[in-house]
């Protein structure tokens, strides 16, 4: 029998969402939040503001896009760009995760588009992204979190198009650098995975061309005031000038501020994108050596860096079921203190996932591998 590790992570918070906050945070450092007062008094706006600026700068957004603060989290960001940006031209849709498919079921059964073209693949698999047409909106999620599959690169989407791309960047904002930022005219995403912020909250960042469409379009549907972008035709430049819609919770602003000021010092895009990939190469090494263990993720070069997923293979469930041996496997290092929330999303199939993003630490991952291994010895079907 398999010895039981001596040592436990220094943290057992290996969940794809809400993630590890950075290290060292501290709820004390919250005090200094802007609390009892209108967000609208000049040092409310002044504490939007800096959160605005940390993202720009970190994210290294160029100073031409309009960056706001919108409710809802990371789904209020994306179907506020959803109902806000499209409508004019047709739509192709790129999905092969739980959220992204959620984006298909707005555009085809919400939204009344009248030409939308979807691309689905399976759990595992990158649709073909070459079928993009370039006159026709995009929408796609840079990392499938549910699937442990992203986009390799933005090679598909050319510099000159006609259509606006509108990405969900919720687990790839602060994991995987975004350089090309004159790809992407709508970038979505809340403050939960990359540097563990609270959720209640999403940023969408906007392009000066997809700007320039809101003051031309109007779309043919209601848009619920909470997400509404334009009135009476004009852009309404308030809300990205640090004035949000509706009330803010100031307290997850300064916790996104103080994630945010982490990253920053840290070295921005860069230097999270180093964690990743230390983090990263563990859990994948782990996983490719090991054959009781097979990737979700059938292309290497599309495996997600930030949420790895991974099934036990055949050979090791011998016919046991395999969703009741990861739920044992999850439940027994829960229970242990070593792991939380290692099962993956409920609506994919059933399968791990362990987010390997920059919040988290290289040993921790090193020690969970130890323990995964023991608890797949004490469950191996016989
Ligand atoms: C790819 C992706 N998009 C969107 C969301 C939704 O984010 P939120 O819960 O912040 O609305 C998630 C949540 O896990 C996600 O993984």
Not at 40 to 48: C, H, Q, S, T, Y
Not at 148 to 163: A, F, K, Q, S
Not at 192 to 209: D, L, N, T, Y
Request: hydrophobic content about 40%; overall charge negative; glycine content about 6%.
């Amino acid at each position: 029998m398999m010895q039981k590790p001596l040592k436990v992570p220094s943290s057992p918070l290996f969940g794809s969402g809400p993630c590890k906050k950075h290290p060292d945070w501290q709820a004390s450092e919250l005090q200094s939040a802007f609390l009892g007062r209108s967000h609208r008094a000049p040092e409310g706006v002044a504490r939007i503001q800096k959160l605005v600026d940390y993202t720009r700068s970190v994210l290294e957004i160029p100073q031409n896009y309009a960056i706001a603060m919108i409710p809802g989290s990371g789904t209020g960001a994306v179907e506020t760009a959803l109902w806000n940006f499209l409508g004019q031209r047709p739509v192709d849709i790129f999905a092969w995760d739980v959220f992204g498919k959620l984006w298909v079921t707005d555009a085809t059964e919400q939204l009344p588009l009248p030409q939308v073209r979807t691309f689905i693949a399976d759990f595992g698999q990158l649709p073909d992204l070459t079928q993009y047409n370039s006159s026709h909106d995009c929408v796609f999620t840079y990392n499938g979190t549910s699937a442990g599959v992203m986009v390799p690169d933005l090679h598909w989407i050319p510099e000159n198009r006609d259509g606006l791309t509108i990405c969900d960047a919720t687990s790839s904002a602060f994991v995987i650098p975004i350089k090309e930022w004159n790809k992407l005219d709508i970038t979505c995403f809340s403050w939960q995975k990359g540097f563990g912020g609270e959720a209640a909250h999403g940023m969408i960042i906007v392009s000066p061309r997809a700007l320039e469409h809101l003051r031309r379009h109007q779309p043919a549907w209601p848009i619920p005031r909470l997400f509404r972008l334009t009135k009476a035709g004009e852009v309404i430049t308030a809300i990205f000038e640090a004035k949000t819609i509706n009330t803010p919770s100031m307290l997850c602003v300064e916790d996104a501020i103080k994630g945010l000021e982490w990253a920053y010092n840290l070295g921005g895009q860069e230097a999270l994108w180093q964690r990743v990939q230390s983090n990263f190469a563990i859990i994948d090494g782990w996983i490719s050596q090991n054959p009781d263990l097979e990737h979700f993720a059938i292309a290497p070069q599309s495996r997600s860096r930030a949420s790895v997923c991974f099934k036990l293979s055949p050979s090791y469930c011998k016919g046991v079921d395999q969703a009741s041996l990861i739920s044992t496997i999850a439940s027994q290092l829960a229970e242990l203190g070593v792991a939380y929330d290692i099962k993956n999303h409920f609506l994919a199939p059933a399968s791990f996932r362990i987010w390997c993003g920059p919040t988290l630490e290289a040993e921790d991952l090193q020690i969970l591998t130890e323990w995964m291994n023991w608890a797949l010895a004490v469950h191996r079907p016989s």
